[in-house]
């Protein structure tokens, strides 16, 4: 076992318990990624100091109305970071994640990254459209759908080469026991209708294959490696 790579993830975990809440989470999400791409579980970070086990409910900042793909995308997460959703519903559905709280940070964070690609991309594809006197008809939510079923696919694919990935992300007992004891009273249905267009379903397929979490946090590698 690589002890130097080992003393990085537990400083990057100390890291996270910084009050700099910026600081803290891109080295949340560094230490999630050295753990997956080494092939490491938690185990195997001896002495190793939890960012925070406590179990809570995390409301995120994404909400919608008619958007379903959001809770779509944020089911698919959470399944892939060993957490639930559900949402709080008055006039809009706002976003819950549930489940240890380092996993409903990284969850939090990666949604908000994730919705922001989406939205950026429809966007300069409907400006682009407008422009040249095409229909945006289906953009919208055909390439969110394709995006959602490429990231599947990716977490699917990562699952298959890393054996680790399930054995680091999964849900624990006490999180699965905790959910199954919380009262609903009622249930929210979150898929979307594809709208026929194929090409946008397809674009989005394709950038939802290519997504990562590394983007997030590339640009703090520089500064890790001075720290640690």
């Known amino acids: 076992m690589d002890d130097q790579l080992i003393e990085k993830i537990q400083k990057l975990l100390s890291l ?19 753990l997956v791409k080494h092939k ?10 939890v960012y925070n086990s406590n179990i809570k ?8 109305t008619k958007a379903k793909w959001k809770g779509e995308l944020a089911d698919l ?6 957490c639930y959703i559900y949402y709080m519903t008055r006039r809009i559905n706002t976003i819950v994640f549930f489940g240890r709280e380092e996993d409903v940070l990284v969850c939090n964070i990666v949604l908000e990254y994730a919705v922001d690609c989406i939205e950026e991309a429809i ?10 006197g095409f229909s945006n008809k289906g953009v919208s939510t055909d390439y969110a759908i394709g995006f959602i079923v490429g990231l599947r696919d990716k977490f699917q ?3 298959r080469e890393n054996q680790e990935w399930g054995l680091v992300l999964v849900r624990d007992k006490e999180v699965v026991q905790a959910y199954s004891e919380k009262k609903f009273t009622r249930s929210l249905n979150t898929s979307s209708e594809f709208q026929g267009n194929g090409d946008m379903y397809h674009k989005g ?8 979490i590394s983007d997030k946090i590339s640009q703090a590698d520089e500064v890790f490696e001075l720290e640690c």
């Open 16 to 34: 996270s318990e910084s009050s700099n809440q910026h600081e803290a989470k891109v080295a949340l999400l560094k230490a999630q990624e050295l």
């Open 40 to 49: 490491l579980s938690m185990q195997d970070v001896k002495n190793l100091k």
């Open 57 to 64: 409910d995390n409301p995120t900042n994404i909400s919608f």
């Open 77 to 82: 997460i959470a399944e892939n970071f060993g």
């Open 123 to 132: 966007k300069r594809i409907q400006r682009g459209n407008t422009k040249n």
């Open 157 to 159: 694919e990562q699952k």
């Open 205 to 212: 397929k394709k950038d939802g294959g290519k997504f990562s």
